[in-house]
């Protein structure tokens, strides 16, 4: 897991460190309103093996998906899970 700079959060109080999952690891991520690509590359420091080509996906409730592109904005929180796959992975 990444930590946040401080400088970050002193030039934008509202936002805050959100631990969420992406592809089942722990990922850091200021929020709580973040982008598809901010979460990718919060996960790629993590150490989780994905590429920012990657389709990014948010899990929901009742085993649903959605896609979240690199530069839709997205609101998470403590807990919110990721899937990312390879733009050709169909599973």
């Not at 929901?60 to 896609?67: K, M, Q, S, Y």
């Amino acid at each position: 897991m990444t930590a946040v700079p401080d400088a970050m959060t002193e030039n934008h109080p509202h936002l805050h460190e959100i631990e969420i999952r992406v592809n089942k690891t722990k990922v850091s991520v200021l929020g709580p309103e973040t982008t598809g690509l901010k979460i990718k590359e919060a996960a790629i420091a993590a150490g989780v093996p994905i590429e920012l080509s990657f389709q990014l996906s948010e899990r929901l409730p009742h085993h649903e998906t959605r896609v979240i592109g690199d530069s839709e904005t997205v609101r998470i929180h403590d807990g919110s899970q990721f899937v990312a796959v390879a733009g050709d992975d169909n599973s």
